[in-house]
């Protein structure tokens, strides 16, 4: 079973929280993790397929909905290795160049 929370400090009143209601006897063994998940800044995952190394292909930054969106990318990746244009717009929206700054444009500085 697995308890989560924003941990900034392992002792915050919400960790203490989760820890003190998960019985001493629980399963095999009872230990304290913190993991990374990670996460894109717009919330979606990036999937995708490596523009220079043949047969890689990325699906990652599903944060905490890895679980949840597992089917979903899946059928979106095989899409991909199957060349299969179903999903192509959505598909455009997951791809990692959408984080990249523009080449050209207004000078910031």
Do not use: C
Not at 75 to 97: A, T
Request: proline fraction near 6%.
């Amino acid at each position: 079973m697995t308890f989560g929370a924003i941990v900034r400090d392992n002792k915050t009143a919400v960790h203490q929280s989760l820890l003190k209601n998960i019985p001493k006897d629980f399963g095999v063994y009872n230990r304290q993790i913190i993991a990374h998940r990670p996460l894109t800044p717009d919330g979606l995952p990036i999937i995708d397929v490596d523009s220079e190394i043949n047969n890689l292909y990325y699906n990652t930054g599903h944060g905490f909905f890895g679980w949840t969106w597992i089917f979903a990318s899946g059928k979106l990746i095989s899409d991909i290795v199957d060349k299969n244009s179903e999903h192509s717009e959505l598909l455009r929206q997951l791809q990692s160049d959408r984080f990249r700054l523009p080449t050209q444009g207004p000078e910031l500085f």
